[in-house]
RNA sequence: GCCGAAGUGGCGGAAUUGGUAGACGCACCGGACUCAAAAUCCGGCGCCUGAAAGGGCGUGGGGGUUCGAUUCCCCCCUUCGGCACCA
């Protein structure tokens, strides 16, 4: 036998990744504006942009390769499809590791940004280069700080002094969506509760539309909408007006259960309440009241989560807007001020923490809802509220089932002004200033005689100045920047001062996907007609990390942008893809744990295109996955496989494949792979299907089909291992394989002429027949009676019931 | 506590609409080739029982529906994820 050049990976593939750099193989441009309506066939696919730590990880290959194995599917079925990177290069790793290194974090971003775009090219991925973006680039920031402005003239951005969570050791402060389990997402340090003037996106506007738009959406994963909607938190319910007795000041109350207002016994201000010093003011109170407020304060979220319901009393009273009953006034830190209003109507009888509290404060305990025929207990009874229940000791309301109650109690408040029906929400307005270096700055000028005025568009970008002191010291280091700082008033002309705090990178990162479909525009963001062809995103890929941070960002600034007239669609991303996590050792890859994969050191040993295909055959995508590199192996020696079948066939001729096994296998190969990628998002059971037509192939090497066999396994696999595919093409095939049309399945041949059919008796299978598939159910069973293997668990006995299943099993019962 | 997802060989996993459980791969065992090794190829590989043919059991546990259940229903256990003093 003629001696075989080996599969060398090294070789190929940096052969392959020069001609597409070389050529562009993937750029696509934008439609000029006649073909804007053309109708062709078009696809967005976008994975969420990585941060530049400098190396690639595990996590980024799966991302990329999925998007890319999507993105060649798409293309060589004859769709547009656009695939664009860019970098989330603002932020605190890169301006971290600048402070250690005593270097600037522009210097490190940078570097990072070319040693990982160099890695992107190393894994192979079709990727448009030509429309690369950086977050960091003033030609970028310049737009976000535009539509910043656009938002602030809408009152959607404001500044305004609130309760916030602050990171001790980041030394910045943090959304809500970035505090998980009281501590700091980023750095887990606890967060401490400060009351500071910050920058907030007014997203709480937008609760009900990304509640209800989510019906907009094509195909997201549930357990994503799930978790934004647990994060909006929206509930029925009714505002209630109580009042302070003696004074008459209101005291407005969100509840869900209106219908137990009269089992109302005390009534509870959040510490952090405005009117708390004013009601205990000059009284006995004062003194122990006040102090338990400044004792709250000192406490972090967990301790307060923690601790055993307390509480003081004001010595005031509240008048039940529904018997003009007083109840006594307490503060306690169980009632917070950022949901509802910071007070509560307290209900013992039927709320487990009212309950809790009145216990132990000896407060009464009032039940007014039972269930209906039930006689009244004694009376502190607790009853946990169920289905059906009707009220009781609620004087005219008696007997009402409880829903309807609901309705009525709050009808009769608001005949008095003194109730209303209402939605409470969890979300609150998303904090986006941070007391950081290196992030977009938020162009703002205050002036002493205007306040707080825009930057005009004209002035922008305003530009990140170079400082040498980027350290955080619990403010801006802008700050510190002072020729930066003083400015004149952009209406008055007088000298002003620059916003010093910089924006979160979460908004860099909510609108990027449709910067890339115009990346170079100097007069807008984007041009409307070039975004309405490409958006909304058809395929989004990423972490579920993001789920109610980015994801609910982006959702929201679209929002915005359809209602600013910059884009007529109102969701991002139609179709979402969240990966699963790639663990090493069943724990999560961290370079303080030491268990780092590294995807390039195995490229180097393997290839990428080894690295590619087992990071999508390790298991599902959507499910996290745990790194064995010894399944490397199997891939590995599936390419050489494949690449000795490829290069055998090719010194034979092309003949007529036939209607035989092999030929049918092929085809069905076709028909799975396909249907798994397109409409399963299943990435993993291709492989296995192309591994299977393989070892077929090695089976029967000289069948009819054995070529065209070999031609479409190397085809199916391209889009997974476009390298080593492209290189047995080369002598297997025509033209350029990443061009070629994805192959189609012929329908006829799909279809087996011989099938095994399963006999069970009594449910347990018996026999197995190989019949011709287009054998009548009559004759079927007639031969499923006949097997020996069948006849002898049949034995005699009488037969109860037959079941045939066309072209599957024949079951009899006896 | 509430919501969601999952639990299948030694391991990763497959079984798409209720119809052959364990595809494909790893690991392991046996064989061929080789002076030998590597590579490659062929075969075996759920558990119990049996010389074999076969038989029994088997998809976290228990029940149910069905001729037939990994798949549908009820109860329970475990793991993971989200939310959590949200009134």
Redesign the pocket.
Known sequence: METMERYDPQAIEAKWQKVWADEQSFHVPNPEPSELASGRLKSYVVEMLPYPSGDLHMGHTLNYTIGDVSTHLRRRKGIQVLRPMGYDAFGLPAENAAIKEGGHPRTVTERNIASIREQMHRMGWAIDWGREISTHDPAYYRWTQWLFLRFYERGLAYRKEAPVKWCPNDQTVLA?EQV??GRCERCGAEVEAKSLTQWFFRITDYADELLDEMDLLEDWP??VL??QR??I?R?A?ARVVFSVEGSGEELP?????PDTLFGATFFVL?PEHPLVAELVEGTEHAVEVLDYVRRTSARS?VE????E?DGVFTGRFAVNPVNGEPIPIWVA?????????????A?PAH?E??HAFAERYGIDVRQVVAPEGVSLPESGAYVAHSASEVLVNSGAFDGLPSPEAKERIVADLAARGLGEQTI?Y?LRDWLFSRQRYWGCPIPIIHCPSCGEVGVPDDQLPIELPDITEVAPKGRSPLAAAEDWVQTTCPTCGGPALRETDTMDTFVDSSWYFIRYTDPANTELPFDRPIADYWLPVNQYIGG?EH??LHLLYARFFVKVMNELGLCSFREPFARLFNQGMITAGGAKMSKSKGNVVNPLEFAGRYGADTVRLYTL????AD????W?A??L??????L??LW?IGHEQAGKPAGDPGTGALARKAHRTIA?VT??ID??F?F??P??AV??LV?DI??SPADPAARFATETAVSLIQPYAPHVAEEIWSVLGEGRLWERPWPEADAPLLVEDE??I?V?V?????D?LRVAAAIDDEALLALALASE?VQ??VDGKELR?T?V?SG??V?L?V
Do not use: C
């Open positions: 809500n998980v389990d549930e357990r799930t978790m647990n994060w938190g509930s319910g109350v969100f509840t869900t259960r959040a979220e307060r989560a923690e601790k319901k830190d169980y009632v917070l001020m950022g949901y509802g209003t910071g007070a509560i109507m209900v709320d923490r009212d409470g969890r579920i789920a109610v055959f390790m298991g599902p499910e996290d996955m745990d064995q010894n399944g192996e199997g891939i590995w020696r599936f050489n496989r000795r799975k249907d798994d409409r399963r299943s993993h059971t492989i296995a591994m299977e070892n090695q089976r099938v095994e399963v069970q009594n449910g347990k299978v018996r197995r293997k002898a668990h019931k079941v299943v599957r099993l079951s019962v």
